[in-house]
């Protein structure tokens, strides 16, 4: 199978129509203006197909966007936007952030955080130290581990008129993981173009999430779940960076 999203990038705004961006962002600027602090430039990690970087770069913010596959950044940058100040995506893994400078806060959406694989989480929560001002701001999302486990043996449908999406979920309890094996079909011109790839996340566990990052040097780190699909197994962690 290909990696992830490969074939899906070029689908995955027209599948995700359903998804409360603007909620996501009302969340943060509540959190921004909760802590007092000066936001300006801010990194969106994990940031896929760009919605939310857009979005954000549209209210003023000077965005800095990563992701590792670069058919997801090829439909980031394509978009269109009034944005004052485009944002600035760069192609990397993870665990190899590596920025110009610091930022005053990082934001990751929508399982980003999931699918960091548990021996990683270290490496990431320390880079994302090192370019998160002191002072500065880390907020990003995950699914419970008990949603992960709801959802074993599921199967979901997504289809538009010109595409068929489907996909079936498998927990492994030993490896604490679900892999989600997706098929594409896609209409071009009189036949239909069959393509797979496969995604797996990771089940972190909230504790285990808030002692990494506690280690990693952030504090006052806390777990949301009055936020955006709370009630659909996501939960919001909040940290506050502390100075190298």
């Not at 400078?101 to 399982?111: E, H, I, N, R, W």
């Not at 090192?130 to 709801?150: M, S």
Request: charged content about 25%; aromatic content about 12%.
């Amino acid at each position: 199978m290909n990696c992830s999203y490969g074939p899906l990038a070029l689908w995955y705004d027209r599948l995700t129509l359903d998804v409360p961006y603007s909620a996501f962002l009302d969340f943060y600027e509540k959190e921004f203006s909760a802590d007092g602090g000066e936001f300006h430039t801010v990194l969106d990690f994990c940031c896929g197909t760009g919605t939310l970087t857009w979005m954000m770069a549209e209210r003023g913010y000077e965005m800095i966007a990563c992701d590792a596959s670069a058919d997801m950044l090829m439909q980031a940058s394509g978009k269109a936007a009034e944005a004052c100040i485009p944002p600035l995506f760069l192609c990397q893994e993870a665990s190899e952030l590596d920025l110009y400078g610091t930022v005053d806060a990082a934001v990751c959406s929508l399982d980003g955080m999931d699918y960091i694989p548990p021996e990683e989480l270290c490496e990431v929560y320390r880079r994302l130290h090192l370019f998160v001002k002191p002072d500065g701001l880390l907020i990003f999302d995950i699914r419970t581990p008990e949603w992960f486990r709801g959802v074993d043996g599921d199967i979901f449908v997504d289809e538009t008129d010109d595409m068929l999406c489907l996909w079936r979920a498998d927990f492994d309890d030993e490896e604490n993981c679900i892999c989600y094996g997706m098929d594409i079909f896609s209409k071009q011109g009189k036949m239909w173009c069959r393509q797979s790839e496969e995604h797996i996340e990771y089940a972190h566990s909230p504790e285990k999430i808030k002692a990494l990052l506690e280690n990693a040097g952030f504090v006052n780190v806390r777990l949301c779940t009055d936020c955006p699909q709370g009630d659909d197994g996501r939960l919001f962690v909040v940290a506050k960076n502390t100075a190298h």
